[in-house]
């Protein structure tokens, strides 16, 4: 079992930044890639930036430039700084993680695991 869990959301005023965190957990033998998604009431769910091991990071264009993801393998969270924020950044942000599991001995398998998610709300 992997699980994620987010932090760091919350409301802020246009032009200000948020540091979001995900946190991952479980029989985890490797993480390969880890993302953060959002998705606003009645939209689409969109990639925002997702970080692979052993390449560069890559983001959407409407949050390149402002937006950064990081990375810390040894305890397994992704990080995302926002900066600049707008209005349109409003959304509910997930986690989201490719990562090879442990099983029954040493059996593994690859998994898609998504966190809760995390409401961020800029004013105007």
């Known amino acids: 079992q992997v699980q994620l869990v987010e932090s760091g959301g919350g409301l802020v005023q246009a032009g200000g930044s948020l540091r979001l965190s995900c946190l991952a957990s479980g029989s985890i033998f490797s993480i390969n890639t880890m993302g953060w998604y959002r998705q606003a009431p009645g939209k689409q769910r969109e990639l925002v930036a997702v970080i692979t091991s052993g390449s560069s990071p890559n983001y959407a264009d409407s949050v390149k430039g402002r937006f950064t993801i990081s990375r810390d393998n040894a305890e397994n969270t992704a990080y995302l700084q926002m900066n600049s924020l707008k209005p349109e950044d409003t959304a509910v942000y997930y986690c989201?993680?490719?990562?090879?599991?442990?099983?029954?001995?040493?059996?593994?398998?690859?998994?898609?695991?998504w966190g809760q998610g995390t409401l961020v709300t800029v004013s105007p």
């Open positions: 989201n993680a490719d990562a090879v599991a442990t099983m029954i001995g040493l059996d593994v398998k690859l998994v898609e695991v």
